[in-house]
């Protein structure tokens, strides 16, 4: 490689993705410290009270229903240097965020070219969803972060045992600050075990991992036990009776009863029909209108404020990303699958509420036929959308930010529509054009 060649390289490697996040770090902490200057929401107040509740010694008479108690514990304790809780919190959103943004860079790297790992990140960066968060007081983005951490050492070509390593150890990180990364945890699990034949090397730095998120985790754990006599103490139940779109009055009742005695038991199969309604209901049109906008403003679409559109980028770039060869066959596998899951909505569903299955089941059906053809560090991010979604969809999200853990995979596959697919489609357009001129 020759000096200019070289020069060359090491601008378009290190040069772009940096100045992308100092500009994302400048913007941000102006706007969030001399324009957003008050507080939006109570969530960031009421989890740094109860952090200071836990430093005080009084852990045992406040509880956190959806979160351990590791957030509001790191939030009081930073905040004892400053005393000032609206400014600890934002600098931590704000560092966050661009931590976030400088590591997408890199996710996308590890699996694709340079010029999409840029587009990735400037999507990302310009996320209008992000962005709020990571001006506002809010306990979420730091979580997310780290996330994206364990995202970059997955994603690489090689893998070697200090990567499982970090995973592990940056994934217990996270979850002391929110329980989502548990679904990051599976589904990597998921990926070492079927990414190649090597089941016994495989098993072992699934161990590896494992291990080191619960080392990581382990002080947690024992204050909860200690604390609250469980390993976990939250209370799913009363998250479900708030937010559960269809409810009956006997379940309603159930749920109640549950949340007032504070039993472990979870009323999640209580009805189990009423619970396929909903998690049907949650899964093809109210968590997914978070992510692609059928009618809710609040969602991580690259075209936020206009509805539908930012599927077609997303789908497009999934099925380049398939390598599939056989334009006739594929056509035929997604009609027909189009065709089944039209006929279950209109005998089984609600066509106004599952509509999106029609969309993406014949999409996922694809996928799973061509799962070897895909690279093989892309991989983890695959199987991460689809079980971070298939999960979560137990319970409605009313905050678009509990999306992020599986969000890098929207911006990448739209950058790869737009660099990948449009160019061959007008290049193709152009040459059938010069034919029949």
Do not use: C
Not at 167 to 188: C, D, E, K, N
């Amino acid at each position: 490689m020759s000096t200019k060649t070289s020069s060359i390289y090491l601008t378009e490697s290190k040069k772009y993705p940096i100045i992308i996040t100092i500009g994302f770090f400048l913007t941000f902490s102006y706007i969030a410290f001399f324009q957003h200057t008050f507080w939006f929401e109570n969530d960031g107040i009421y989890f740094l009270k109860v952090g200071e509740e836990f430093l005080n010694g009084n852990g045992w008479n406040v509880k956190l229903f959806d979160a351990p108690p590791g957030g509001p514990i790191f939030f009081a304790s930073i905040n004892s240097l400053f005393d000032d809780g609206f400014f600890t919190l934002k600098i931590i959103s704000v560092l966050s965020g661009t931590g976030i943004v400088f590591f997408s860079f890199y996710v996308v790297r590890n699996i694709f070219s340079y010029k999409i790992a840029i587009l990735s990140q400037l999507l990302i960066a310009f996320n209008p969803r992000l962005d709020f968060a990571s001006i506002s007081a809010l306990n979420e983005l730091f979580s997310v972060f780290f996330i994206f951490v364990s995202l970059y050492f997955i994603t690489k070509k090689h893998l070697k045992l200090f990567d499982f390593i970090i995973v592990g150890t940056t994934l217990g990180i996270s979850f002391m600050f929110r329980y989502q990364p548990m679904l990051v945890l599976i589904a990597i699990v998921i990926f070492l075990l079927i990414h190649n034949r090597k089941l016994k090397l495989n098993l072992f730095h699934i161990s590896i991992v494992i291990s080191f998120f619960l080392i990581v985790l382990s002080p947690m754990l024992f204050y909860n036990f200690v604390t609250f006599g469980s390993f976990l103490d939250t209370d799913a139940n009363l998250y479900l009776l708030f937010t559960t779109k269809f409810q009956t009055s006997e379940w309603h009742y159930n749920m109640e009863q549950l949340v007032v005695s504070g039993t472990d038991t979870s009323g999640l199969f209580n009805d189990f029909d009423l619970f396929l309604k909903n998690y049907f209901y949650n899964l093809f049109y109210h968590n997914s209108d978070i992510i692609f906008n059928f009618d809710k403003l609040d969602n991580l679409s690259i075209t936020p404020p206009i509805p539908f559109l930012g599927i077609i980028p997303v789908l497009g770039g999934f099925l380049y990303s398939f390598n599939i060869k056989s334009i006739k066959n594929t056509s035929i596998l997604l009609a027909i699958t189009a065709g089944i899951t039209s006929l279950f909505v209109f005998l089984l569903g609600d066509f106004s509420l599952h509509f999106f299955a029609i969309i993406i089941l014949p999409i996922f059906v694809l996928g799973l036929i061509n799962i070897t053809k895909i690279k093989s560090n892309l991989l983890p991010l695959v199987i991460l959308s689809v079980v971070y979604l298939l999960v979560i969809s137990i319970s409605p999200l009313y905050r678009s930010y509990q999306l992020f853990p599986m969000w890098i995979i929207i911006p990448m596959m739209s950058s790869i529509f737009f660099l990948e697919v449009i160019p061959k489609i007008i290049s193709k357009i152009s040459r059938n054009e010069e034919n029949e001129s």
